[in-house]
């Protein structure tokens, strides 16, 4: 497989103070990767940087195998999407012409999520958070990306709706080659669609497992980043240490909140 996008060597942050710091990973065509992570662990920075809407420190962004410094929009039309935390919904419009402006059919929306059938004349402030999700993720994937990158698509919604929201991302991948990098919260229902799982912490990178090998281990994986970001630190640091003897773990500024944009679809 080849990389559709990769961080080689990447720090990046905000006011030139880094945040994230020496980020090696790719995501190779047709692979979902899930970013795990506390709160504060740089995950979201980690996208922005990846999108287009952060600059580099240091080190560089790939896609397709070339080095870019192109921002967001540029980036879209080369084949990225990117799906940020926010629902990024047109509320005062309707689905259909939520869609429209995307430059989206609305039949190949109702092909993806059939829900939408029914509420393409209902304006999207009207939509449960569950059909916005729908929406927004039609949007994204109906215009066949090279890569999605996908923030928190299981914020706040039911576990019924996360599982068909994800059900569609690998879809996506396994079809169309789409290759993935999606942020998640829910480590169990998110590895269940991961054939990778990348660990960070404090701005970096502590751990980078297959997707098998982090599901039979996410128990002690939940316990070592969640465990230290509910303030057992020390006892995180020593579980990861123990998880990947191979991974670095050395302490960093914890991130900001990101400022994450309506995403480019």
Same mark, same amino acid.
């Given at each position: 497989?080849?990389?559709?996008?990769?961080?080689?060597?990447?720090?990046?942050?905000?006011?030139?103070?880094? &945040?994230?710091? *020496?980020?090696?990973?790719?995501?190779?065509?047709?692979?979902?990767?899930? %970013?795990?992570?506390?709160?504060?662990?740089?995950?979201?920075?980690? $996208?922005?940087?990846?999108?287009? *809407?952060?600059?580099?420190?240091?080190?560089?962004?790939?896609?397709?195998?070339?080095?870019?410094?192109?921002?967001?929009?540029?980036?879209?039309?080369?084949?990225?999407?990117? &799906? +940020?935390?926010?629902?990024?919904?047109?509320?005062?419009?309707?689905?259909?012409?939520?869609?429209?402006?995307?430059? &989206?059919?609305?039949?190949?929306?109702?092909?993806?999520?059939?829900?939408?059938?029914?509420?393409?004349?209902?304006?999207?402030?009207?939509?449960?958070?569950?059909?916005?999700? =729908?929406?927004?993720?039609?949007?994204? %994937?109906?215009?066949?990306?090279?890569? /999605? %990158?996908?923030?928190? /698509?299981?914020?706040?919604?039911?576990?019924?709706?996360?599982?068909?929201?994800?059900?569609? &991302?690998?879809?996506?991948?396994?079809?169309?080659?789409?290759? !993935? /990098? =999606?942020?998640?919260?829910?480590?169990?229902?998110? /590895?269940?669609?991961?054939?990778?799982?990348?660990? $960070?912490?404090?701005?970096?990178?502590?751990?980078?497992?297959?997707?098998?090998?982090?599901?039979?281990?996410?128990?002690?994986? *939940?316990?070592?980043?969640? +465990?230290?970001?509910?303030?057992? !630190?020390?006892?995180? *640091?020593?579980?990861?240490?123990? %998880?990947?003897?191979?991974?670095?773990?050395?302490?960093?500024?914890?991130?900001?909140?990101?400022?994450?944009?309506?995403?480019?679809?």
């Amino acid at each position: 497989m080849s990389a559709v996008l990769a961080a080689r060597g990447l720090s990046t942050g905000y006011a030139g103070q880094p &945040v994230v710091h *020496e980020l090696d990973f790719e995501v190779n065509e047709g692979e979902v990767v899930c %970013l795990l992570g506390p709160n504060g662990a740089g995950k979201t920075t980690t $996208m922005l940087a990846m999108s287009g *809407e952060l600059p580099p420190l240091a080190g560089e962004v790939e896609f397709d195998g070339q080095v870019t410094k192109a921002p967001l929009h540029r980036r879209a039309r080369a084949g990225l999407s990117y &799906v +940020t935390e926010e629902r990024s919904v047109f509320k005062g419009m309707t689905t259909r012409d939520n869609l429209k402006v995307a430059r &989206v059919d609305p039949s190949e929306a109702v092909e993806l999520f059939p829900e939408l059938a029914d509420r393409m004349n209902v304006r999207g402030g009207l939509l449960s958070g569950g059909e916005q999700q =729908m929406l927004t993720l039609a949007r994204a %994937l109906v215009r066949k990306p090279r890569i /999605l %990158l996908a923030d928190e /698509l299981s914020l706040g919604l039911a576990p019924l709706v996360v599982d068909r929201l994800l059900r569609a &991302v690998r879809a996506a991948a396994d079809e169309r080659g789409t290759g !993935v /990098l =999606m942020v998640e919260q829910h480590a169990h229902k998110a /590895l269940k669609y991961s054939d990778r799982a990348i660990v $960070m912490r404090r701005g970096r990178v502590v751990l980078d497992l297959t997707g098998e090998e982090a599901r039979k281990r996410i128990g002690d994986v *939940e316990r070592a980043y969640l +465990t230290s970001a509910g303030g057992d !630190v020390e006892r995180g *640091e020593a579980e990861l240490e123990e %998880l990947g003897a191979e991974g670095e773990a050395p302490a960093a500024d914890d991130a900001p909140s990101g400022n994450a944009r309506p995403p480019a679809s």
